[in-house]
C-alpha cells in the first residue's frame, strides 16, 4: 500500500542553517524538530530529507562529514528518517538531482512505495518550494532559515506557511486528516 511522504529539507529547516556544515560539532535541531518528526510518523507519513550540499563540490567537505551529519541527526531523532538523498554538485552544474529539479524525490519514489498525489515539500527556500511545485507535491515554506527572506521570491505561494517545523507539521496533520 502506498504511503504519503514529508520531503523535507535539511538546512534551515530540520536544523539550524550554517552555512556549508561540515561537522557534526556545528549541528543543532531547532528545539521543535523533534516532536514534529513525531507527529509525522503517527500521522503515517515517510519521512525523506533532500538537501543540496553543494559544498562537497566546493571542497568545504566530503561526503564523509556529511554521512556522519545525517548519522548525527538520525541518532538525536531515534532514526525516525526513513531515508536521506542529497545533491553533490555545484548550482550551475545542470544536474537532475538539484532542487528545484525532481531528481532526489524521483529517486525516493523509486526507492518506496510512496503515494505522491498525498505527499508534502517543505522547506526555508523559494527553491524547496518549486521542487515540490515541480513534483506536482503540496508545500510548506518555514520562515526559519532563509525563509523569512526567501518568501518574496515565490511566483506562487506555498500551501502552507508557518514560523517553524513544528507549526507546519501541525498544519499538514490537520490537512490529511481533513483527506481521510
Known amino acids: 500500500m502506498k504511503q504519503p511522504a514529508i520531503f523535507l529539507d535539511r ?3 530540520l536544523i539550524e ?5 561540515s561537522s557534526v560539532e556545528d549541528l543543532r535541531l ?3 524538530s523533534r516532536d514534529a518528526i513525531t507527529e509525522l510518523r503517527n500521522a503515517g507519513f515517510l519521512i525523506v530529507v533532500v538537501t543540496n550540499q553543494s559544498g562537497i563540490a566546493r571542497g568545504h567537505f566530503d561526503e564523509s562529514a ?4 545525517h548519522d548525527e541527526i538520525q541518532n538525536q531523532l531515534d532514526g525516525a528518517i526513513d531515508a536521506f538523498y542529497f545533491c553533490p554538485h555545484l548550482p550551475n552544474a545542470g544536474c537532475k538531482c538539484r532542487k528545484p529539479s525532481t531528481g532526489m524525490i524521483d529517486a525516493a519514489a523509486c526507492d518506496f512505495d510512496i503515494d ?8 526555508d527556500k523559494a527553491i524547496d518550494v518549486q521542487t515540490g511545485f515541480n513534483a506536482n507535491l503540496r508545500t510548506a515554506l ?3 532559515g532563509y525563509g523569512e527572506i526567501q518568501q518574496s521570491m515565490l511566483d506562487r505561494p506555498a500551501d502552507i506557511k ?6 507546519a507539521v501541525n498544519a499538514i496533520c490537520r490537512a490529511a486528516e481533513h483527506r481521510r
Open 66 to 69: 556529511m554521512h556522519a551529519i
Open 30 to 32: 531547532f528545539s521543535n
Open 17 to 21: 542553517e550554517v552555512n556549508f556544515l
Open 142 to 144: 518555514v520562515l526559519t
Open 11 to 13: 538546512d534551515g529547516t
Open 162 to 167: 508557518a514560523q517553524n517545523v513544528g507549526l
Open 116 to 123: 505522491l498525489k498525498n505527499s508534502w515539500m517543505m522547506g
